[in-house]
């Protein structure tokens, strides 16, 4: 009976997550109760509309560089105070998530640059 409800559970979440990676556009979501969005895959029609606009705003300043850049210099550009450590790690954050998703490039040096 626990096992058996147990699998239904899992079986629902594999088919929300499914249907989330399929979604082009954004859909809020809720972790730990608070809301978040989603940041789609890149696909092979990239559609950066898809994208909230602070993660266009960062897709912009990295393809406007001439070779990678460093997430200070990302956070210059957005007028982030960059002396503070801790006002990048959010943006760093934001970079690698669009690296996991395949919309930016992380080296390992640890700058970024755009995909083509």
């Not at 092979?44 to 001439?66: F, G, S, W």
Request: proline share 7%; charged share 30%; hydrophobic share 45%.
């Amino acid at each position: 009976m626990i096992a058996e409800r147990v699998l239904n559970r899992l079986a629902e979440q594999d088919r929300a997550a499914v249907e989330a990676a399929a979604a082009v556009v954004p859909a809020p979501a809720r972790v730990a109760g608070r809301a978040v969005l989603l940041i789609p895959h890149r696909s092979e029609n990239p559609d950066e509309a898809a994208l909230p606009a602070d993660y266009r705003q960062i897709l912009a300043i990295v393809r406007a560089a001439d070779g990678p850049v460093q997430v200070r210099t990302v956070g210059e550009e957005l007028g982030l105070e960059v002396a503070v450590r801790g006002k990048l790690e959010p943006l760093r954050a934001k970079m690698t998530k669009l690296a996991d998703r395949g919309w930016l490039h992380k080296r390992p040096d640890g700058r970024f640059t755009a995909r083509r």
